[in-house]
């Protein structure tokens, strides 16, 4: 398998994540952001939309951080990290769609805004409140719960984790969120987890 990857991109680091606790191996692409590399003929072939991560494992490409997650996880993880009953899906899924919508537009946008000097989506503290959001309500469900969707890790937690774990380089401390930072180390304890 190649997964295509920006260093530093938090979306390839969540795809990195789940192959490295599956522990499957893989070939790592990296692209080189300044030339835009992703932006080229040669990588619009992989992926029409320009963006990273995306995976072609023996000839079947997937594009997207939550369809890449999805794809590793049914195919190596079975339904450990992606169950297949219609509850326990939904249940992962509408963590996935927080990852993509307030913690992405929030607290990404917020950080990109501070570290890199350009808004994406509007002025930093509109994106630092919609990181809130998402903090507040990761917060509400891990004050009982160990884990976001289920009993047990899923690919909800790793949707959810970079750009949580970098909330503070948005300027959104994460101290008046105890169970989300707790969240956070069990995440890094769980084995075959990789570093940033």
């Known amino acids: 398998m190649k997964l295509y990857l920006f260093q530093a991109s938090g979306n390839a680091y969540k795809v990195r994540i789940l192959l490295g606790l599956l522990n499957v191996p893989y070939e790592r692409v990296v692209l080189d952001n300044q030339k835009q590399e992703h932006k080229q003929p040669a990588y619009l072939k992989v992926n029409p939309r320009g963006e990273v991560p995306a995976i072609d494992d023996d000839g079947t490409v997937i594009w997207d951080s939550a369809a890449c997650l999805a794809y590793v996880a049914r195919k190596y993880g079975g339904e450990k990290w992606l169950p297949t009953d219609p509850a326990g899906m939904a249940a992962v899924m509408q963590w996935i769609a927080l ?8 607290l990404q946008y917020g950080r990109r ?14 994106a630092q409140e919609f990181g809130r959001r998402a903090l507040a309500a990761m917060e509400g469900q891990l004050k009982n719960n160990q884990w976001l969707a289920l009993d047990r890790p899923t690919i909800a937690d790793v949707a959810c984790f970079p750009y949580v774990k970098t909330a503070p380089e948005a300027k959104v401390p994460l101290d008046p969120y105890p169970s989300v930072v707790a969240w956070l180390e069990r995440c890094k304890a769980l084995p075959g987890w990789p570093p940033q």
């Open 99 to 106: 990852a993509a919508t307030e913690i992405q537009c929030g």
């Open 113 to 126: 805004t501070i570290v890199q000097g350009r808004e994406t989506l509007g002025p930093l503290d509109k």
